[in-house]
């Protein structure tokens, strides 16, 4: 899967591991009729907002309502925020002690980029 992204922009990138991530979870929860709610930290500004929302709506073939937020506003944003970190410090830096700290709430593992 990481060879078919050789080349790619970030943006593409991080749109389609997006896309990817809510396939996969979507379906685990079961959602009153209407839109799904989105909530994502705020890094897109006009037109990249609204092709990344459009992308997003058009992968999941339902609904949905994007919120982007300040993260320095959202403690739920801050939340996945340290998460986030945490995962990442494992896998780049070799370093745990954060990971160890979250690792037993963890109830599904998304390897992106296994190999082919």
């Known amino acids: 899967m990481l060879t078919s992204y050789l080349g790619v922009e970030p943006q593409v990138l991080y749109n ?3 896309k990817q991530l809510l396939q996969r ?3 685990n929860y079961e959602f009153p009729k209407g839109a799904v709610e989105i909530v994502i930290d705020r890094f897109l500004y006009g037109d ?3 092709k990344f929302d459009n992308y997003l709506a058009t992968g999941l073939m339902r609904s949905i309502n994007v919120s982007h937020l300040d993260s320095k506003q959202c403690p739920c944003l801050q939340a996945v925020d340290f998460i986030a970190g945490a995962i990442a410090r494992k896998y780049r830096d070799n370093d745990d002690l954060y990971y ?3 690792q037993h709430k963890i109830t599904m593992a998304f390897e992106f980029f296994e190999s082919e």
């Open 25 to 27: 979870i979507i379906p």
């Open 100 to 102: 160890n700290k979250i």
């Open 16 to 18: 389609d591991i997006c």
């Open 48 to 50: 990249a907002q609204e």
